[in-house]
């Protein structure tokens, strides 16, 4: 079955970097395109980035555009989410998605 699971969360201070990872298994990793979106109690999940399958294109949301990279290694089936220069309201928890699949999620707390 499709398993997700994220790691690499923590608290930092504003102006710091986070590397976030989504181990995938029970598919065919390199033909899917993989997402990340992240959730603030109280608000809807919302978009953060996302990386094509076979070509690798890349999408970000306005936010984040120019702070954060995604990237992916097809043999590790793992993608990552590079997130510098952090801001308070980065504070969420971070998901990894494929499709209507979900990770458990990993908190990131940007704060001073």
């Known amino acids: 079955q499709v398993k997700l699971v994220e790691s690499g969360g923590g608290f930092v201070q504003p102006g710091g970097s986070l590397r976030l990872s989504c181990v995938a298994s029970?598919?065919?990793?390199?033909?899917?395109?993989m997402a990340w979106h992240r959730q603030v109690p109280g608000k809807e999940r919302e978009f953060v980035a996302a990386?094509?399958?076979?070509?690798?294109?890349?999408y970000y949301a306005d936010s984040v555009k120019g702070r954060f990279t995604i990237s992916r290694d097809n043999a590790k089936n793992t993608v990552y989410l590079q997130m510098n220069s952090l801001k308070p309201e980065d504070t969420a928890v971070y998901y990894c998605?494929?499709?209507?699949?979900w990770g458990q999620g990993t908190q990131v707390t940007v704060s001073s």
């Open positions: 998605n494929r499709n209507i699949f």
């Open positions: 029970g598919f065919t990793f390199e033909t899917y395109s």
């Open positions: 990386i094509g399958g076979g070509i690798n294109t890349t």
